[in-house]
């Protein structure tokens, strides 16, 4: 599996209904809320009269469900999907999920998972030398063969004794013909969110945006180290474990999210609208316009509009056709769909001083196009400024960056990637004005967010991973407290 350990992808998107008689239609629709999340490769398992049916496919949602009949021969009263983006495991179609176990004495078990697990390569190793036989090379695929093997005697306590033995960032979900299930690993990485349908069906879904859009009401978030159970007889809000810290991953504030969704309480736009703010108190700068770069830092101009009082334009447009080019798998892609996706305005931009709003700086394919865009427009000076701290080091929880190589600020001093990106000025976040701004009422480390990407401290040990960053991080140009230049 490691050889196919991928170090350019993401998340992926969940949501599951239970006692709805349209829980295939409205996993569908919530999916495509959640088709941000993820868009290698759909799936849905409907629990059907006929039992678990899937249909699963590469590609967006509305590449893989082409024909009403697919949606059709999934429906019943419970259902499972998934809107994949691979973070171990190729972009091949048995790694699409949910993953789907046929077992003829006990029932069969749809399984999907958003995360990544640190140590599933040594678990593989181990149960692999056990006899197990792996249908995929997901990461994702260990769960089932640990809940199988584990020595507990209800389904339940099986998938507890699982849980506590995978670790990393994950929110699983898992469908039988008894119950949905849904677990948070300890540290909350991940978003998970309860909602109740209209008719008293319940969903369960990565954002609150996907509630909104299926009519359902928000219950509550799925708790680090808890497992949702429901089944004929209601919700229970259970756990596994009880050694928790909340560790929000903070680029789903930052970046990832919907700004229509709610994670633990803080809504994603409002949160995007503050690190602005916070931004133009840190680093502020004479200039005639701010502007963002659609779509997701437009919420954080604004917020330095406001708070700078210079006025908010509109000096890019972005086609609405064009996928998120963080999440594009190699580097020429993602070039290329930066130039088809965003083009500037000229007459807003000409003659002026602009101050560049991004959410973040990652390779820096983004900042280098636009300021290229903004110069040939006649823009006379740049000022860029990112809202979040510079991003040094990898993730292993699910976010799409596996080594230090592709990192810019993890490569390059802001001086040296000022002058790489051309721009006049170059400022970001600090680490301190990011924990404030999205100001999660937790009283763990960091107000409770994961900001292991920009001060190298992870929050769980990395197990598989360890070794490959020490090394990686030995050779590295870091300086972790530099914020402008
Ligand atoms: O430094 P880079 O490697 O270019 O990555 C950073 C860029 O990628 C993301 O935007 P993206 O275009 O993916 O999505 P968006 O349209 O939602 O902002 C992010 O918002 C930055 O703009
Ligand atoms: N991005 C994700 O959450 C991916 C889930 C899982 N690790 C996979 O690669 O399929
Ligand atoms: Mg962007």
């Avoid at 993730?395 to 990637?417: K, P, R």
Wanted: glycine letters at 10%; charged letters at 20%; one cysteine or more.
């Amino acid at each position: 599996m490691s050889d196919e350990i991928k170090g350019l992808n993401e998340e992926c998107g969940l949501f599951g209904v239970w006692d709805d008689d349209h829980a295939a239609d409205i996993t569908y629709l919530g999916l495509h809320i959640l088709q941000h999340r993820g868009q290698e490769g759909a799936g849905i398992v409907g629990l059907t009269d006929a039992g678990m049916v899937r249909h699963r496919g590469l590609g967006l949602l509305a590449e893989v469900f082409t024909k009403p009949q697919q949606l059709a021969s999934l429906r019943g009263r419970a259902a499972l999907g998934h809107v994949r983006y691979s973070t171990a495991g190729g972009r091949v179609l048995e790694n699409i999920q949910p993953l789907l176990f046929r077992f003829t004495t006990t029932g069969d078990v749809a399984l999907a998972h958003n995360g990544n697990l640190t140590n599933a390569r040594s678990l593989r190793a181990q149960l692999e030398e056990g006899g197990a036989i792996f249908q995929s090379s997901s990461d994702t695929e260990v769960l089932m063969h640990l809940i199988r093997r584990s020595h507990q005697t209800t389904f339940v306590a099986q998938l507890k004794d699982a849980l506590n033995q995978v670790h990393g960032g994950f929110a699983f979900m898992l469908l039988t013909e008894h119950g949905l299930y849904a677990a948070s690993d300890p540290n909350g990485f991940r978003p998970l969110v309860v909602g109740t349908l209209p008719d008293g069906g319940t969903v369960i879904c990565s954002e609150t945006a996907a509630l909104n859009a299926v009519g359902a009401t928000f219950v509550q978030d799925v708790a680090p180290g808890g497992l949702v159970i429901v089944d004929q007889s209601g919700v229970r809000f259970d756990h596994y474990t009880t050694h928790t810290q909340l560790a929000v991953c903070s680029m789903e504030y930052i970046y990832f999210a919907r700004p229509d969704s709610e994670i633990h309480g803080v809504n994603v736009h409002q949160a995007r609208v503050r690190m602005g703010r916070r931004l133009a108190q840190e680093q502020p700068v004479a200039a005639d316009i701010v502007c963002g770069v659609p779509n997701s830092s437009l919420s954080a101009a604004m917020g330095y509009a406001q708070e700078s009082g210079i006025p908010y334009e509109m000096g890019l447009v972005k086609s609405q056709y064009v996928a998120r080019t963080f999440i594009q798998p190699t580097q020429a892609l993602r070039e290329r769909s930066v130039r088809m996706k965003l083009s500037a305005i000229r007459p807003v931009v000409a003659g002026k001083r602009v101050v560049l709003v991004d959410d973040s700086l990652v390779r820096g394919t983004t900042a280098r196009q636009i300021v290229k865009l903004l110069r040939d427009a006649g823009a006379k000076s740049i000022h860029l400024r990112i809202s979040s701290p510079p991003l040094r080091f990898p993730c292993f929880y699910g976010i799409d960056i596996q080594s230090t190589h592709e990192l810019m600020a993890a490569n390059h001093s802001v001086a040296a990637m000022r002058t790489l990106l051309g721009v006049d000025s170059l400022a970001f976040l600090s680490v301190a004005g990011l924990e404030q701004s999205v100001n999660l009422t937790s009283t763990a480390p960091h107000h409770g967010l994961c900001v292991a990407y920009f001060t190298g401290e992870y929050p769980t040990p990395l197990d598989d991973y360890d070794a490959t960053l020490r090394s990686e991080l030995a050779q590295l140009y870091i300086n972790v407290g530099e914020v402008s230049a």
